[in-house]
C-alpha cells in the first residue's frame, strides 16, 4: 500500500493495577491502514478494541499508551493537542461501535443526532440544509422512509436501525477513516448482513480506510481485505483474508476449529489448547 | 460421576478468602492521601473521646472564676470560657458527646432506613406505596424543624437530640437502598437463588442487603459530618445538650457573647466541629470511590 | 406420544399491553435436546422464563414431568428444573464465595453433605475445588458459566433449561461449554431446552428446534431436516440462508 492513512508501530497500551503495577494489555502492536478494509481479530482481553480506541484517543486518561509512532495521514497523534485531536475525531475519523443503545443519546431523535454531527463540523451549514443532508444519509443507508426514522427517538428504533444511524451519523462528514468496533455482535442475523452491506457499499463508494474489530474470524475474512489476528495484546498473525485456510499460526487455526458448524460434525469441538508460548514477547 | 472429594469446605478457607477481600480494600484505601487523612482525623477523635481523662488538663465541669475568659497561654492551653473552665478539656470531653450522638443516630437510622427501603423495593406493589409514601412525608418536612419540634415536645437533651436526628436522617437511606433493591432484586443471581425455591426473606437477608451495603456505608459516613452538625445546631440554639455538658455547639453558643473580645471561647470548638467534619466528608468520598458500584470506572 | 418431560400448550405471554409469546405449544421428550430459534424480541427467552415462573401474566398450561407449573410451590418446582442465565457476568452474587452459590441450593433444601456435593460438583464441571473459596470476579467468563451449570445441577432436576449459555463467551470457550453440556447430557441422562439465536450452536447441540418469529412458532424441524434443508417456511429459508453465509 503506497498511502499509509494510519501507521501505527509498536503500540503498548497498559492499565493500573490493584497492586499498584502495570498490567499490559497491549504489547507491541504494528501495523498500517491504506484505502482499504482491514479486520482486528481476537478474543476478549486481546487487546483488539483498546487497539482501535488508543488510534481515536478516546481511553481514560488513567490508561498509559506509548507507541514508537502512532500516526493519521502524516499527523503524530502523540504529540497531537487534545482540540487537535476532537477536530480529527469529528471529522475525519469516525468510530461505529457495537450497540446503538447505547451510543446513541437517548433523549435526541436520531436525525437531531445526525443533523449536530453535521453542524459541529461546519457552523455555517443551516439548519435545513443539515437537515437535507441527513435525510440523504438515511435514505444512502437504504432507510426506506427517511423522514419517519429521522423523527424517531433511539428506543423507538430497532437495533439494525438505531446501528444504520449510528453508521450514519460517523460517515456523514466523509471521514477517511472509520474504526467500526464490533459493529454487528448486537444484531440479529439476518440484519447483520444488511448492515455489513450498507458498510462496505460507504466504504468502497468513498474510498475510506476501515478498521474493523469483532471476535468473528470467518465474518472478518468474509468482508475485509486482509486480517490481524491478536491474541494477549500481540498480534500473532496478519493473514490475506481470502486466504484464511492457509493459516500457520496454531491459535488461528485453533479460532476456526472451535466453531460449531450447522452443517458439522456432531463428535465433541475441538478446544483451544493455549500455549504459554503464544503470549511470550518475541 | 468423579471420585468422591476427601474433605469439605473448610471454614478456615472461607475465612481466608473473606479475609483476603477485607486485605485488598484495605490496601487500596491505603492509597487514597486524602481518605487517610480523614481516617487519621477519625481515629483522632476516637483516641481523644477514650483518653480524656488522661489527655485532659483541668476538669471540665470545675468553673474557676479567678481564670475567667483566660487567654490562651500555659495554665490554660486553649483558654478558658466564662466560668473560668479549661476550654482544651471542655473539647476532650465533649468529644465523647459528639461520638455519642454520631453513633446513636447511626446505628439507628440506617438499619430503619435499609430495612424500610429494601422491604419497598424487593416486594413492590402496596407495600411499596405505603412505606415509601410515609418516608416522602418524612422527607417532605424541614429537617431542622422536624427534629426542634421532637425536641420541643420531648424536652431538651442529648438523647432526644439524637432520636431528633434519626426521625429525620433515615428517609434518604430508605430511598437509596430501595433503589439499590429494585436493581437487585430482578438480576439473574437473585432470579437464580428465586428459582431455586428460596423464600423471599432468604432473599432480602443473604442476597439484596449485601448489595446495599457498600452504598449504606458510604451515605453513613458522608452524613456523618452532617449530624455533627445538626447536632451543634441543636445544643446551639439550646436544645441539645444541656449545661454543664460540653457539647461543642452550646460552647459555642455561650462564646458568642464574648466573640469580639475572647475570640477563643467560640473559636476553638467550632474549630473541633470543622476537623471533625472535614475528616468524616473526607473519608466519606474516599470510601465512596472504592466501594460505590456505580462508580467503578478503573478495573 | 413418546415420554413427554416438558409440555407447553398454548402459552401466551404479556408485558403490558403487548404480547411476546403468542399461542406457542411445543413438547420435549425425555432425554432429548430441544432448541428454541429466533431473533431478539422473537419471545423465545420468556418462554423459559416463563417456565421458571420469571413470567407474571401468563395463560396456557405448562408441566414439567406432570407437575403444572401454575400452582405448585416453587421449592417443590425447582427440583424438576432448573435455568441456566445467559450473562454470566450477572447470574453469580458478587459477593458470595463459589462454593457457596453452588452450596445455596442444597441448604434451602436442607439436604445432607452440602460440602462433600459442592465439591462433587465442581470436579464435575472441572473446576478445581480451590474455586470454592474464589470470588466471581476473580473469574473468567467461561469458569463464571461453568459455576452456573454447577449451581444449576445442584438439586439434581432432569430438565435444564438454557437460555443463550454461550452468546456472551469466546468461541474458543464457547466451545468448551458446548462440550461440557453434552458431556452432562450423556452421562447424567439430562433433558435440555437451549435458546440460542446462533441456528450452529444449536444444529451442533439439539435433537430437535423450533424457529420463533414475532412471538409466534414459525417451524419445528429435526436436526435431520434442518441439515438436509428440508425447509417449508419462507422465514426459516431466510434465517438459515443469513446463518450459513
Known amino acids: 500500500m503506497s498511502e499509509n492513512l494510519i501507521e501505527v508501530k509498536n503500540l503498548r497500551i497498559a492499565f493500573p493495577t490493584e497492586a499498584g503495577g502495570w498490567h499490559q494489555a497491549v504489547r507491541g502492536v504494528s501495523f498500517t491502514l491504506g484505502r482499504e478494509k482491514l479486520g482486528i481479530v481476537g478474543e476478549s482481553g486481546s487487546g483488539k478494541s483498546l487497539s482501535g480506541r488508543a488510534i481515536l484517543g478516546v481511553l481514560p486518561d488513567y490508561v498509559r499508551i506509548e507507541a514508537d509512532k502512532l500516526a493519521f495521514d502524516g499527523i503524530d497523534l502523540r504529540a497531537a493537542s487534545p482540540r487537535q485531536r476532537r477536530h480529527l475525531r469529528g471529522g475525519r475519523m469516525g468510530m461505529v461501535l457495537q450497540d446503538p443503545k447505547f451510543s446513541l443519546n ?88 444488511q448492515v455489513l452491506s450498507i458498510l462496505d457499499e460507504l466504504v468502497e463508494r468513498r474510498k475510506m480506510g476501515l478498521i474493523f474489530i469483532s471476535h468473528d474470524l470467518q465474518l472478518v475474512s468474509r468482508f475485509c481485505d486482509r486480517v490481524i489476528v491478536m491474541y494477549a495484546g500481540q498480534i500473532v498473525e496478519t493473514l490475506d483474508a481470502r486466504r484464511l485456510g492457509e493459516a500457520q499460526h496454531p491459535y488461528t487455526k485453533g479460532l476456526l476449529a472451535c466453531l460449531p458448524e450447522i452443517d458439522g460434525p456432531l463428535t465433541p469441538l475441538p478446544t483451544l489448547d493455549r500455549q504459554a508460548a503464544w503470549s511470550q514477547l518475541p | 460421576m468423579s471420585t468422591m472429594p476427601t474433605h469439605t469446605i473448610a471454614r478456615a478457607q472461607v475465612r481466608a478468602a473473606q479475609f483476603k477481600q477485607i486485605k485488598s480494600f484495605c490496601r487500596r484505601f491505603a492509597r487514597n492521601p486524602s481518605g487517610m487523612f480523614g481516617f487519621f482525623i477519625l481515629v483522632a477523635l476516637l483516641f481523644c473521646a477514650a483518653f480524656a481523662p488522661w489527655l485532659a488538663t483541668h476538669d471540665p465541669y470545675l468553673p474557676n472564676l479567678s481564670g475567667r475568659l483566660s487567654a490562651p497561654g500555659a495554665d490554660y492551653w486553649l483558654g478558658a470560657d466564662e466560668l473560668g473552665r479549661d476550654i482544651y478539656s471542655r473539647v476532650l ?39 415509601m409514601r410515609v418516608t416522602d412525608v418524612f422527607l417532605a418536612v424541614p429537617k431542622l424543624l422536624l427534629a426542634l419540634a421532637f425536641v420541643a415536645a420531648l424536652g431538651p437533651g442529648i438523647v432526644n437530640a439524637a432520636i431528633a436526628i434519626t426521625l429525620t436522617a433515615w428517609p434518604p437511606y430508605a430511598r437509596m437502598a430501595r433503589a439499590e433493591a429494585l436493581a437487585v432484586r430482578n438480576s439473574d443471581y437473585v432470579n437464580a437463588v428465586r428459582l431455586a425455591g428460596a423464600s ?9 442487603i449485601p448489595m446495599c451495603i457498600s452504598s449504606v456505608i458510604v451515605r453513613m459516613t458522608l452524613d456523618m459530618a452532617g449530624i455533627i452538625l445538626t447536632a451543634a445546631g441543636l445544643g446551639f440554639i439550646g436544645l441539645g445538650a444541656q449545661p454543664p455538658l460540653p457539647e461543642w455547639g452550646a460552647m459555642i453558643s455561650t462564646g458568642r457573647k464574648f466573640i469580639f473580645d ?7 470548638p467550632g474549630f473541633a466541629i470543622f476537623i471533625v467534619s472535614l475528616g468524616f466528608n473526607l473519608l466519606g468520598d474516599a470510601i465512596r470511590d472504592l466501594l460505590d458500584p456505580h462508580l467503578k470506572a478503573r478495573p | 406420544m413418546t415420554d413427554t418431560i416438558l409440555g407447553v400448550e398454548h402459552l401466551s405471554v404479556r408485558f403490558g399491553a403487548s404480547t411476546v409469546v403468542d399461542d406457542v405449544s411445543f413438547a420435549v421428550a425425555r432425554g432429548e435436546s430441544f432448541g428454541l430459534v429466533g431473533e431478539s424480541g422473537s419471545g423465545k427467552s420468556t418462554i423459559l422464563r416463563t417456565i421458571m415462573g420469571l413470567s407474571p401474566d401468563w395463560s396456557g398450561t405448562i408441566a414439567v414431568n406432570g407437575v403444572p407449573a401454575r400452582g405448585t410451590p416453587r421449592r417443590e418446582f425447582s427440583t424438576q428444573v432448573q435455568m441456566v442465565f445467559q450473562d454470566p457476568y450477572a447470574s453469580l452474587h458478587p459477593r458470595h464465595l463459589i462454593g457457596n452459590a453452588i452450596a445455596e441450593p442444597m ?11 459442592t465439591l462433587e460438583l465442581l470436579a464435575l464441571i472441572g473446576l478445581g475445588e480451590d474455586f470454592a473459596y474464589r470470588y466471581p470476579h476473580e ?62 450452536v444449536i444444529s451442533y447441540c439439539c435433537d430437535r428446534l423450533m424457529l420463533m418469529q414475532n412471538a409466534r412458532h414459525v417451524e419445528t424441524l429435526s436436526r435431520a431436516q434442518l441439515r438436509n434443508r428440508e425447509l417449508d417456511q419462507d422465514y426459516t429459508k431466510a434465517f438459515v440462508a443469513a446463518s450459513t453465509l
Not at chain 1, 419517519?148 to 446501528?163: C, T
Open chain 3, 139 to 200: 473469574l473468567s467468563g467461561g469458569q463464571r458459566q461453568r459455576v452456573a451449570i454447577a449451581r444449576a445441577l445442584a438439586l439434581s432436576p432432569k430438565l435444564l433449561l438454557l437460555d443463550e449459555p454461550t452468546s456472551a463467551l469466546d468461541v474458543s470457550i464457547q466451545a468448551e461449554i458446548l462440550n461440557l453440556l453434552n458431556r452432562l447430557r450423556a452421562e447424567m441422562g439430562l433433558t435440555f431446552v437451549i435458546v440460542s439465536h446462533n441456528l450452529a
Open chain 2, 93 to 131: 470531653y465533649g468529644s465523647r458527646l459528639t461520638l455519642l450522638i454520631v453513633g446513636l443516630v447511626i446505628v439507628t437510622s440506617a438499619p430503619i432506613g435499609l430495612l424500610v427501603g429494601v422491604i419497598a423495593g424487593n416486594f413492590g406493589g402496596w407495600v411499596d406505596t405505603i412505606f
Open chain 3, 107 to 117: 441448604r434451602i433444601h436442607r439436604m445432607d453433605n452440602v460440602e462433600a456435593r
Open chain 2, 262 to 268: 475572647q475570640w477563643w471561647v467560640a473559636t476553638v
Open chain 1, 106 to 193: 437517548p433523549v435526541m431523535t436520531a436525525g437531531a443526532q445526525i443533523v449536530e454531527a453535521i453542524r459541529i463540523g461546519d457552523r455555517r451549514i443551516s439548519r435545513a440544509a443539515a437537515r437535507k443532508g441527513a435525510l440523504d444519509i438515511l435514505h444512502s443507508l437504504h432507510i426506506r422512509d427517511p423522514e419517519l426514522v429521522f423523527d424517531r427517538y433511539p428506543h423507538e428504533l430497532s437495533g439494525g436501525m438505531g446501528q444504520r444511524v449510528m453508521i450514519g451519523m460517523m460517515v456523514v462528514r466523509e471521514p477517511d477513516v472509520l474504526i467500526a468496533d464490533e459493529p454487528t455482535s448486537a444484531l440479529d442475523v439476518t440484519v447483520q448482513m
Open chain 2, 200 to 208: 423471599e426473606f432468604h432473599i432480602i437477608v443473604q442476597h439484596i
